[in-house]
């Protein structure tokens, strides 16, 4: 069939593509196409939300617009043929004015680095629009709920704010909110009526604000079939199952329907990442017959083409045979997240679940319900039952194409009751997490009539995705229960049978608490029915614990910010600086700069091997794959260069590895390409050739350095001081614990944007090199030594970072310098934009360490002395890693633990290197001190809150821990916020209630805890540069870097607090009049590094400083105005000063004094949670904090650092597993197993306190630092964790049969690892709880 062209809009605009790779994504075009950059790669898999944007189509039949959100890094370009495109700097942007989600981002504080906010300004707008056409359809009301605005952002990620500022800008949409309690924002102030409120938020008008289809696409779509020129694009859109047979005749048999691809939303590549090159690609989306859904009294019939989303609205509609579709539909609202359901279909998922095992929940759920599958190959139909169908051979191998499910009715008779539920344990409670297992289960139950116990007439128990190659019946089990009247010796039985079917394979992780998992699900399901003697389909859940279709509540939160107008605008809640075009996409970061034309780009090859020799680097079969044009390695490097990728202040590291490889992971090449896409095809191709012989076995362990002493020598300087006298201390001790071992694991940044560089050849030798990076003027040094060239050649320029959270301080600069390498050798442009599973792998992260540690104690509590060995592993290369026994040391002194000694030992491993990751080695030293505080209140029996309290410092003794860095004793403040927060969070009262819901709950259990942190920072050297222009403006150049701390934000009202104290009329507007210029190291001479929490301090007094100067230079000018004007206004001195010559451009270089450098900032945070025995989940219910941020700079800003921060904590603590294998080469490639809290992980009552604790006199306006210190705080959710399987494991105890092999829970002294995953809680509280439980019952 002859077709058309392929035509579609992007935000209204025309597109019309003549030809295109069919495998070309809609991001990759409107990100190298267009000029719209607001879509933005960051996981390039489905599963972070930064790429989405809203689809539109046209019905010409129906004449209606249907709109959704889509992720564009999945999506196929051709595959949106006559479709509208809009995203966020479509809503609205900088020229059009921008649209009322940006300015309520904005105001809301609800963008840091801005990454994410372009993909969650879409996840709202697709929900508001959605409300909006849910009103013109069925006539429902036009509102978005609070829950609905929640939820809408549940599949987008953020690894800034903490999310609670998200969420309240959403909910600022909501019409059943009540907008009192909507978080702290700058729109309006406490003590407002709510009619004022509501008038000053930027006022949505969905009628004017949604966006329109374009008019010449509907004449398009009107005049012209939605078929694409076969031959132009390899790409067939067959409108009908006998068209679609037709074309899969024609095809070669063979493997993989030899080239040829069906596709429909295409979301399957970002689990399976396919790399293969397909001739053709058929889209059947639009075959009516297998898009259709019909419903029946027989069932419900739905295409497999029919979208997910599609399918849940369907089965969640009002019907007499609802009760189980409904219960699938609501299961069906946690598969993946919500854009993914928008695009991927119900055929895609049972095709990949039954041909290439995918852990898929829908099959559990079909088959549980008997569902059947209609499939046709060369005409021939065939209907499967799902279990059959999951067990035939693959159909992908096959021409069979997959047509539709059929889901019968299920209606219990008068006499017996049905029952169906579904369970799911994944580590994220509503979706964007596949689950560790599934299950879904009906029943037929009626009552016998002699016993009143009630008989399983008939079961169907399905489980899946528990590592078993597809979704199963448990029949065996099945068999067993029916026709038996349930009891507590029954339930027992059949869980014992249950644990032989559910099988994981060899190499699933967790197998065994899988296996728990399945019996407590059943256990569940059934037990209820055992307590009441009846069922009732709306009946409870052991103790509640796990309801999938109970709603989350709703998230709340409370801010106590304390603004002060004393250094007016310093010290108020302004705005962060281009917040608005953040929201938009318009703000540009380093993958935003307009490419070159013949751009190249690069990716890195890296080893796999510990320790080899590097025999070789290529291509498999000597093939060069398509669009390589050079493969760089150490050879590359000119002669009178260095092979040098970093330098940090202890020393230098290799760009790439030379003859050998000392870790897996060590960058060995780089592949220079013609498009990105190319290079990471080839990079993935590259085959390298090892050779282990004659060089030794790798330092894979600590204690293996530690045997061959392969260690980092910490210079004397960097080593931390002991306090007192060990011996005496033990001495003194009543009580000792000995020798306790304690291991932490490392943590991945997982910052929104990834490593990226852009280099352009300059002339003479000269270089730009655009790079997210931390640390400009050292990436200049190390890509000018590479090259060997003087520093005078290389500008670096950083605008700003998507994220950096000190993974861009030093792992930045191998990337500038290997982009920098590539440009000068091929001078060609060159840029790399390091994918996110090439990213974690290199990225090294946090520091692994063993701790092994004697404490001293009295019997009353008091602390006497602790003494530690600490074994951290570095890595392969020094790094920063120096720093850490002093950054472990300073946080884990904030208790008076008498004496203090310690060993540590820095090993050099052939493992990652490791680098600094927000409070690096401060939060390891804070949570060792908690642990071993846990410890001696667990062995005194005493209450943990009473230890800590007994050991918080005296002014006395922090003098004595921190010398002269504890600063003036009103400057501790931490015994005062001890204090408050035991009011403010009513900490007293909720220990009881806690204890009283352990009582009451047998399958939850409650903790609670409070924690202090202290965590010391430093002033560092820095300069600042503000120029007046001469229409009165301000220019100002900054060392610091923009990474979503606020820090241009932060300059900026200081400049204008600075010039303004020249106080003259007009210079009110200043802060307006500023503006905040990229980062430009020749510009910027010694620029440093942006780390450490102050450096937006720092950057602010160097401004401080050049406005004094600034100010000192106009007064002259000022005074002979004033001789002849009554006022002066700013733009009148200011064009004075300019026909004046006077210099108006200062520079300074601020330098603490090195006495007060150096100091302490404190805070508190208390948490409460609940912990689900059946599934280790941990649900946090409340948090506080309590944080001193001095006289805040702004406290909006502080804020979200705070709140941020701590989140970013809960991920190190709870969730963020980040492994490496037996090579040492990291495990976690991207979103589907490296998971970072989401909206519904993070606390659902999050109270933040920004104590003002006035005057601190070597503070810069007194202000302290918030970027790192509230991290340390998350602690206590790990400790309230640990204290609820506390309970859990008495209560295990209590259940007093045989201990038999049961001895996971035999003590109640134990260490709770981190991250606190699902499996470590479960397994802590009891593989087995449920049949020790049953046991129990059964023989008491
Ligand atoms: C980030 C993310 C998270 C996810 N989370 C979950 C989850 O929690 N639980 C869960 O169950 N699933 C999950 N999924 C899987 C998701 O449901 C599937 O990716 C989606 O349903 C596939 O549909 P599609 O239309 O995009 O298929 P496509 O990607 O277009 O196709 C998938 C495969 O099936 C073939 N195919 C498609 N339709 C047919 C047909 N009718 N006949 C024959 N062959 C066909 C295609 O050729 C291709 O090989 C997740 C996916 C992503 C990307
Ligand atoms: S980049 Fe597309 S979802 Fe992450
Ligand atoms: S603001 Fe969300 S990732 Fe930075």
Redesign the pocket.
């Known amino acids: 069939m002859v077709g058309d062209d392929l035509v579609f809009a992007v935000n209204g605009e025309r597109f019309e593509v003549l030809s295109v790779n069919p495998s070309t994504t809609l ?1 990759e075009f409107l990100r190298s196409n267009t000029r719209f950059k607001s879509v ?13 944007v809203i689809l539109s189509k046209y019905d010409p039949v129906l004449d209606q617009v249907e709109e959704y959100s889509i ?4 999506t196929l370009l051709c595959s949106i043929n006559g479709c509208s495109i809009t995203t966020s700097d479509g809503l609205g942007n900088t020229e059009k004015g921008f649209h009322p989600i940006h300015k309520r981002f904005a105001g809301f504080h609800a963008s840091q680095c801005g990454f994410c906010t372009p ?1 969650m300004c879409i996840s709202l707008y697709s929900a508001l629009s959605k409300a909006h056409n849910s009103k013109n359809s069925q006539s429902s009301p036009d509102y978005l709920t609070a829950l609905e605005a929640e939820k809408s952002i549940a599949g987008n ?1 953020c690894r800034c704010t903490g999310y609670r500022p998200i969420a309240d800008a959403c909910k600022s949409f909501a019409a059943d909110v009540d907008i009192e309690d909507l978080g702290f924002n700058s729109f309006w102030r406490k003590g407002e009526s709510r009619e004022e409120m509501f008038k000053k938020l930027p006022p949505y008008n969905p009628d004017k604000d949604l966006v329109t289809f374009p008019d010449f696409l509907k004449e398009k779509i009107k005049c012209q079939q939605n078929v694409l020129d076969q031959t132009r694009y390899h790409w067939s859109t067959p409108v009908s199952v006998a068209e679609l047979q037709e074309i899969l005749a024609t095809t070669n048999p063979g493997k993989d329907r030899g080239l040829i691809k069906l596709v429909v939303g295409n979301t399957g590549t ?1 689990y399976y990442k396919e790399e293969k090159q397909y001739g053709r690609y058929i889209d059947i989306s639009h075959i009516p017959e297998m898009s259709m859904i019909k419903k029946d009294d027989r069932g419900i019939e739905i295409g497999a083409v029919v979208t997910i989303s599609k399918v849940i609205d369907a089965l969640m509609e009002e019907n007499t045979s609802a009760y189980v579709f409904k219960k699938i539909g609501v299961h069906m609202e946690k598969v993946a997240n919500h ?1 993914i359901r928008n695009s991927g279909s119900i055929g895609g998922n049972l095709v990949m679940a039954q041909s290439k095992s995918f852990p898929s929940d829908i099959t559990t759920l079909l088959l549980a319900a008997d569902a059947s599958v209609y499939m046709i190959n060369a005409g021939r139909h065939e209907k499967l039952r799902m279990g059959e169908y999951l067990v035939s051979p693959p159909i992908l191998d096959t021409k069979t194409v997959l047509l539709k499910v059929h889901i019968p009715s299920w209606i219990a008779s008068s006499t017996t009751g049905l029952l169906f539920e579904t369970y799911r344990a994944a580590l994220r409670p509503i979706g964007s997490a596949l689950p560790y297992i599934n299950a879904a289960f009906l029943a037929v139950v009626s009552q016998d009539a002699s016993s009143r116990g009630i008989i399983v007439d008939k079961c169907r128990l399905a489980f899946g995705s528990f590592g078993g190659y597809h979704s199963i019946r448990a029949r065996e089990v099945e068999d067993f229960l029916t026709g038996k009247i349930l009891s507590h010796s029954v339930l027992y039985e059949a869980v014992r049978l249950l644990k032989g079917i559910i099988v994981p394979s060899i190499d699933t992780s967790y197998p065994e608490y899988k296996k728990s998992l399945a019996v407590g699900f059943l256990f569940d399901f059934l037990y209820p029915l055992i307590e009441s003697g009846s069922w009732d389909s709306k009946r409870k859940h052991i103790d509640g614990h796990v309801d999938p279709t109970v709603c989350l509540p709703l998230l709340s939160s409370a801010q106590q910010v304390f603004e002060s107008k004393e250094y007016h605008p310093v010290g108020e809640a302004i705005i962060k600086f281009g917040a608005e075009m953040q929201a938009s996409g318009e703000a540009v970061y380093v993958d935003d700069i307009p490419s070159l034309p013949h751009c190249l780009h690069g990716a890195f090859i890296y080893s796999t091997k510990p320790l080899a020799w590097i025999k070789s680097v290529g291509f498999g079969g000597n093939v060069t794959p398509i669009g390589v044009l050079a493969v760089i390695t150490f050879k590359d490097i000119p002669q009178v260069g260095q092979n040098i990728g970093y330098i940090s202040m202890f020393g230098t590291g290799l760009l790439f590895a030379d003859e050998v490889t000392i870790s897996a992971g060590q960058i060995i090449a780089l592949v220079v390409a013609d498009t990105q896409k190319h290079a990471d095809m080839a990079a993935n191709l590259a085959v390298v050739e090892y050779d282990s012989r004659y060089i030794g076995t790798p330092v894979l362990s600590v204690e293996d350095a530690v045997k061959r002493s392969s260690l980092f020598e910490v210079p004397p300087e960097y080593y931390p001081e002991p306090v007192g006298d060990i011996s005496k201390g033990m001495a003194e001790a009543d009580r000792k614990i000995r020798s306790v071992e304690l291991r932490l694991g490392s943590q991945y940044f997982f910052y929104m944007e990834t490593q990226t560089a852009l280099a352009l050849p300059d002339e003479d030798n000269c270089l730009v090199v655009y790079s997210s990076t931390q640390s400009p003027e050292y990436t200049q040094s190390v890509i000018a030594t590479c090259l060997g060239i003087p520093a005078h050649n290389v500008r670096v320029i950083t605008r700003r970072i998507g994220g950096g959270f000190g993974g861009k301080a030093i792992k930045s600069m191998p990337v500038a310098t290997a982009c920098a390498l590539a440009a000068k050798k091929m001078q060609h442009p060159v840029r790399i934009y390091v994918n996110r599973k090439t990213d974690m792998v290199m990225a090294g992260g946090r520091h692994p360490m063993k701790i092994t540690y004697s404490v001293g104690f009295r019997s009353d509590g008091k602390l006497t002395a602790l003494a530690l060995n600490m074994l951290i592993d570095a890595g392969c290369d020094v790094d920063v890693s120096l720093v850490m026994p002093q950054n472990i040391m300073n946080s884990l002194r904030k208790y008076e633990w008498g004496a203090l000694s310690f060993d540590i030992k820095v090993c050099k491993t052939n493992l990652p290197s490791r680098t600094s990751l927000r409070a690096p080695g401060e939060v390891q030293g804070s949570y060792i001190a908690e642990s071993i505080i846990e410890n001696v209140a667990s062995s005194l029996n005493m209450d943990v809150d009473v230890v800590r309290r007994i050991n918080l410092h005296t002014y006395e003794s922090l003098s004595k821990f921190y010398k002269q860095v504890a600063g003036e004793p009103d400057e501790y403040t931490l015994p005062l916020l001890w204090d408050k927060l035991e009011i403010s969070a009513d900490f007293r009262r909720r220990v009881e209630s806690v204890k009283e819901f352990n009582r009451c709950n047998i399958w939850r259990k409650r903790g609670i805890s409070r924690v202090p942190i202290i965590h010391q920072v430093v002033h560092r050297p820095t300069p600042g540069k503000v120029s007046i222009l001469n229409d009165g403006s301000v220019a100002v150049e900054v060392a610091g870097i923009e990474v979503g701390q606020g820090l241009w934000t932060k300059v900026q009202q200081m400049v204008a607090y600075g010039l303004g104290m020249i106080k003259c009329d007009g210079s009110e507007d200043l802060l307006e009049r500023t503006r905040l210029l990229q980062t430009d190291t020749l510009s910027m001479a010694q620029s440093s590094y942006t780390a450490g929490s102050t450096t937006s301090e720092n950057c602010c007094e160097a401004v401080r400083l050049c406005c004094g100067i600034l100010v000192e230079r106009l007064k002259p000018t000022m005074n002979q105005i004033l001789e002849n004007a009554r006022s002066v206004t700013w733009d009148m001195l200011i064009q004075q000063a300019y026909a004046q010559s006077v210099d108006l451009s200062a520079r300074t270089f601020y330098k603490p004094e090195s006495s007060s450098a150096e100091y302490l900032n404190y805070g508190v945070g208390a948490s409460e949670v609940e912990v689900d025995l059946v599934t280790g989940r941990t649900e946090i219910i409340r948090s506080d904090i309590i944080y001193d941020c001095g006289k805040s700079l702004n406290p909006a800003v502080d804020l979200g650092q705070i709140e941020g921060a701590f989140v970013q904590g809960i991920g190190f603590f709870m969730y963020e597993e980040y492994t490496t294998n037996e090579n040492g080469l990291v495990k976690e490639e991207g ?1 589907w197993d490296y998971k970072i809290p989401t909206i519904d992980t993070i606390p659902k009552q999050f109270n933040v306190q920004i104590l003002n604790s006035g005057h601190h006199k070597n503070r810069i306006l007194s202000s302290k630092a918030s970027g790192e210190p509230p991290l340390l705080v998350a602690a206590s959710v790990h400790c309230a964790t640990r204290s609820a399987i506390r309970e859990a494991r008495k209560q295990y105890l209590s259940w007093n049969c045989d201990n038999g092999d049961r001895t996971d829970v035999s003590d109640i002294g134990f260490e709770l690892p981190v991250p606190a995953i699902m499996p470590v809680v479960k397994q802590l509280c009891g593989l087995e709880s449920v049949e020790k439980y049953l046991e129990w019952k059964t023989y008491p």
């Open positions: 991001l933005k790669l960051s996981c390039g898999e489905g599963g972070c939300g930064a790429c989405i992720n564009s890094c999945l993909g990620l970002g854009f979103t």
